[in-house]
């Protein structure tokens, strides 16, 4: 586990834009995807689907609310190559 989440910090750390930021972890099994301000991330989750991957919406995990902007990602049951994969299919559903 620790050895997906190291190898899946360091690819969030080269493929993050100005557009999006990842968020490092303290624990847990979730990455944090930081969209730009005002961004929807429920609205760009039927696209995820389309494209073979999902994440669940940060209002999904806030009370208020919040997070609109933000999108959780879930590494404990992926392998690497799997998580890599992922990534590039939310990156290109998105673009």
């Given at each position: ?13 080269n ?15 979730f ?5 730009a ?10 696209a ?18 919040g997070l609109r ?6 590494f ?6 799997e998580?890599?994969e992922?990534?590039?299919r ?5 673009t």
């Amino acid at each position: 586990m620790r050895s997906a989440h190291r190898r899946w910090t360091r690819h969030s750390r080269n493929t993050s834009t100005a557009s999006a930021r990842w968020q490092r972890p303290g624990g847990g099994y979730f990455f944090w995807l930081e969209l730009a301000d005002g961004a929807d991330a429920g609205a760009l989750e039927a696209a995820a689907r389309a494209a073979g991957t999902g994440f669940l919406p940060g209002t999904a995990c806030s009370i208020s609310g919040g997070l609109r902007h933000c999108l959780r990602l879930s590494f404990a049951h992926y392998s690497v190559p799997e998580i890599h994969e992922g990534i590039g299919r939310l990156a290109r559903a998105f673009t």
